[in-house]
């Protein structure tokens, strides 16, 4: 049976933070396409109203390293979101102990991830839940972010979903201490915790909670001082840390080019002020300089 007189449903693909995801063939062109069911329930009025617009805009986010939102449409008590179908993320490229992912290939997954949320930040949109599995490759090895905005539309991930836990290891400091109004500084700190995973092979700053997440930052980078971060005392869940003198970056990324080390740690200045800008970024040396990024169709893939 078709939904929406379009779409052939084939099996789930997963549970996701906000329902079920299947696979499906879009009858109208062949091809093969992810749905979102997003569960509207009793939010349906309000989701109505303030989401459908910005879905609307989700539509207009067209790039290489985004995912492509193909339609949307509520079906019975459902919102279904239409996207282009991705074969692996980057998580199960990180999981794989099989691959082996040299200098070259990591830089190519951080060009294709930065280059999308680059033209996201150029166009005001925020990403809020950046972290491996919201990197979608495909077959082609292109690599496109996923689920971008849905945060702000849906609300904050909920908390009680297990899988959501994670999000907390990509949080930066100022979202940790409550600040309500943040911006894309707060992508950039995840798109930092992305290249440490990348290098480390394992998500870097694995927090337990919220103040353990802090106290893992606080041991990799310091506590941080009035100097580095001047309005960190005015944020609404701010609380002294005892401090923690800061180990040398270098010690926690032995093998890594002093570029990287360089980027690494603009990325990961306490001061959402003072953080490198993603368009920054990508004009790093880490870029320029050798070795040059491997070519996606290249990339070391999971069988
Ligand atoms: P989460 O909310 O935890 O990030 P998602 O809702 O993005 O999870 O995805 C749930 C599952 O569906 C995951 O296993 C993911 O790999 C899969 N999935 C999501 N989007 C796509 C897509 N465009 N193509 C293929 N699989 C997808």
Redesign the pocket.
């Known amino acids: 049976k078709k939904v929406a007189d379009r779409y052939l449903k084939q099996e789930v693909?997963?549970?996701?933070?906000?329902g079920v995801?299947f696979k499906a063939t879009d009858t109208k062109t062949g091809q093969t396409v992810?749905i979102?069911k997003i569960r509207l329930g009793k939010q349906r009025e309000g989701v109505n109203i303030t989401a459908l617009r910005e879905i609307k805009m989700l539509k207009e986010l067209k790039h290489p390293h985004i995912?492509l939102l193909i339609d949307a449409f509520p079906h019975k008590e459902n919102l279904h979101l239409v996207?282009?179908?991705?074969e692996t993320?980057l998580e199960a490229v990180i999981r794989d102990s099989n691959i082996f992912l040299s200098p070259a290939d990591i830089k190519s997954y951080l060009l294709m991830t930065f280059k999308g949320l680059a033209y996201c930040h150029d166009k005001w949109v925020l990403h809020r839940d950046m972290k491996p599995?919201?990197l979608?490759i495909g077959v082609d090895g292109q690599l496109k972010l996923?689920?971008f905005g849905l945060a702000r539309i849906f609300g904050s991930p909920n908390r009680k979903f297990t899988?959501q836990v994670f999000a907390r290891w990509y949080r930066a400091p100022e979202l940790l201490f409550g600040a309500k109004q943040y911006g894309a500084a707060v992508d950039v700190w995840a798109a930092g915790c992305i290249f440490a995973e990348l290098l480390l092979r394992r998500p870097f700053l694995q927090g337990n909670s919220d103040i353990d997440q802090l106290s893992k930052i606080f041991a990799a980078f310091g506590t941080p001082n009035a100097d580095q971060w001047p309005d960190v005392t005015d944020l609404p869940d701010y609380v002294e840390y005892q401090f923690v003198p800061a180990p040398s970056l270098r010690s926690l990324f032995p093998a890594v080019s002093d570029d990287a080390l360089d980027l690494l740690s603009k990325m990961f200045t306490y001061d959402p002020k003072a953080r490198i800008s993603i368009e920054q970024a990508l004009e790093h040396r880490y870029f320029t300089s050798a070795p040059a990024p491997t070519d996606p169709a290249k990339l070391p893939k999971p069988i």
Do not use: P, R, S, W
Request: glycine share 10%.
């Open positions: 693909l997963g549970q996701g933070t906000y995801v992810a979102k995912i996207f282009e179908f991705m993320d599995n919201n979608l996923a689920d899988h």
